[in-house]
């Protein structure tokens, strides 16, 4: 065999292995509704319609890459369900409606850059120690986000839904969103809950409705009712206020550096608060 043909036999050999790893990469193509039911990465070929749960991941650690695909319902069912108790489920890069529910991750799921809205329940759903990033939920009949406690919900944009924007049990971490115009709370949060450095407007409920022990700090809160509710042992610092109440708080907690337009209500049958 001459030189030039070893080459080129070898050159085909190398291009052949590089495609097949670029394909495994990419992940098995999902290409109809159904079940996943082994662990690794796939990605949606193409939009997709259901009358009932579309895609069902049945196994742990799971990628599901939608390609900028949408998936829509016909108002029943989810349109990405994970079937408990899965683990690890990542769900990310496409848009789902008109379901009862979007996306829904369980126990350590991620949902990342997904557009979920007009879904007759919450367009976002994650279980315990999940994360929702980065991602879009508007005009759906439920929350905008749920989730189960210690999760992550950062980076979204939540935007007229009929309950509240964000609704998260304890522990969770709410970072960074931009709430707007839902009919309900735009932040509804258990005890020990971390809300940071969100924007929240033009709320039919309160501002911020947090339960004890967290704390809630650089916010901009405008509301139709009370701006900031919350129990006792709260910090709440350096947020800018407006509502018909501004801060409403149960002491003892502490208050600091805010700037509120309706004023500060406190509740001191437990104790006094602290504010500077």
Known sequence: ??????????????????????????????????????????????????????IVIQADYVTLDLDGNTITGSGAGIGVNTASPVRGAVVRNGSVSNFQIGVAVDLGGSIERVRSFHNTGPGLWANNGSRVVDSTSSENLGDGIFTGSNCLVRGNTVEENSGAGINVADGSVVLGNGVYANLGRGIYASTAVTITDNTISSTGGRGIDAAGGGTITNNTVNSADVGILAQDHTTIGSNSVQGTIGIQVVCPSTLFHNTVGGGVQQDTTFGACTIE
């Not at 036999?9 to 079940?35: D, E």
């Open 1 to 54: 065999m001459t030189r030039s043909k070893t080459l080129t036999a070898a050159l085909t050999v190398l291009m052949t292995i590089f495609a097949a790893r670029q394909s495994a990469a990419a992940g098995k193509s999902v290409n109809q509704c159904g079940a996943i039911t082994a662990s690794g990465s796939y990605v949606l070929a193409r939009n997709l319609t259901a009358t009932g749960d579309c």
